[in-house]
């Protein structure tokens, strides 16, 4: 591992701190993906991150300081897992695609948040992008009560100006609202000043 220093904030004769943060990087030439990438960063502040890489370079791990945890902690983590594989059937990534199409969040090794995400074109020729909230750390894409936002883009080939511009947003329903009549008594006696 091969350690860097950057330090950012106060210039020499300025006021303030100067703050660090120590870098690492992976320095083993026979770990395709990882190699002369960050592996750990630690800011002054003690907030520290580290990273794992697929054989594609892509970052499937990230695990971060939570509350006290020491930069070496194994347990009492945040961990951050990223996975790129489809979970639609109409989203086929190219292999150089580097959105990941899960993300799951655990604190302590228990999932706290999971989000999925497709990217396709549709029978219109349109961009089409989901974001989907898992509603449990156990739903699938496509779970009934997921909160799922779609975005939908015009076509390439659509009159201009609108071609490749966002059409519509679909929002998800987080919250259902039943409206209540209330009665109210609005008569000039109703007012009593006194």
Same mark, same amino acid.
Do not use: C
């Given at each position: 591992?091969?350690?860097?220093?950057?330090?950012?904030?106060?210039?020499?004769?300025?006021?303030?701190?100067?703050?660090?943060?120590?870098?690492?990087?992976?320095?083993?030439?026979?770990?395709?993906?990882?190699?002369?990438?960050?592996?750990?960063?630690?800011?002054?502040?003690?907030?520290?991150?580290?990273?794992?890489?697929?054989?594609?370079?892509?970052?499937?791990?990230? *695990?971060? +300081?939570?509350?006290? &945890?020491?930069?070496?902690? =194994?347990? $009492?983590?945040?961990?951050?897992?990223?996975? !790129?594989?489809?979970?639609?059937?109409?989203?086929?990534?190219?292999?150089?695609?580097?959105?990941?199409?899960?993300?799951?969040?655990?604190?302590?090794?228990?999932?706290?948040?999971?989000?999925?995400?497709?990217?396709?074109?549709?029978?219109?020729?349109?961009?089409?992008?989901?974001? *989907?909230? +898992?509603?449990?750390? &156990?739903?699938?894409?496509? =779970?009934? $009560?997921?909160?799922?936002?779609?975005?939908? !883009?015009?076509?390439?080939?659509?009159?201009?100006?609108?071609?490749?511009?966002?059409?519509?947003?679909?929002?998800?329903?987080?919250?259902?609202?039943?409206?209540?009549?209330?009665?109210?008594?609005?008569?000039?006696?109703?007012?009593?000043?006194?």
């Amino acid at each position: 591992t091969m350690a860097y220093k950057k330090t950012v904030g106060a210039k020499p004769g300025e006021e303030g701190p100067r703050l660090e943060t120590n870098i690492e990087y992976y320095t083993n030439s026979g770990e395709t993906g990882k190699y002369g990438k960050e592996k750990k960063t630690v800011p002054s502040g003690g907030n520290w991150e580290r990273y794992d890489y697929d054989s594609t370079g892509r970052k499937i791990k990230i *695990e971060k +300081a939570f509350k006290n &945890a020491v930069s070496t902690a =194994t347990s $009492g983590i945040v961990t951050i897992e990223q996975s !790129y594989g489809s979970v639609d059937a109409n989203d086929t990534p190219l292999a150089n695609d580097t959105r990941p199409r899960i993300i799951e969040e655990k604190v302590h090794g228990t999932t706290i948040k999971k989000l999925y995400f497709a990217y396709y074109t549709n029978v219109n020729n349109e961009k089409v992008e989901i974001t *989907e909230a +898992a509603s449990a750390s &156990a739903a699938a894409y496509g =779970t009934a $009560g997921n909160a799922r936002k779609t975005i939908v !883009y015009y076509a390439p080939n659509a009159t201009a100006p609108a071609a490749g511009r966002m059409k519509y947003v679909i929002y998800p329903v987080l919250l259902h609202f039943v409206p209540q009549i209330v009665s109210l008594n609005l008569s000039p006696s109703s007012f009593n000043p006194a």
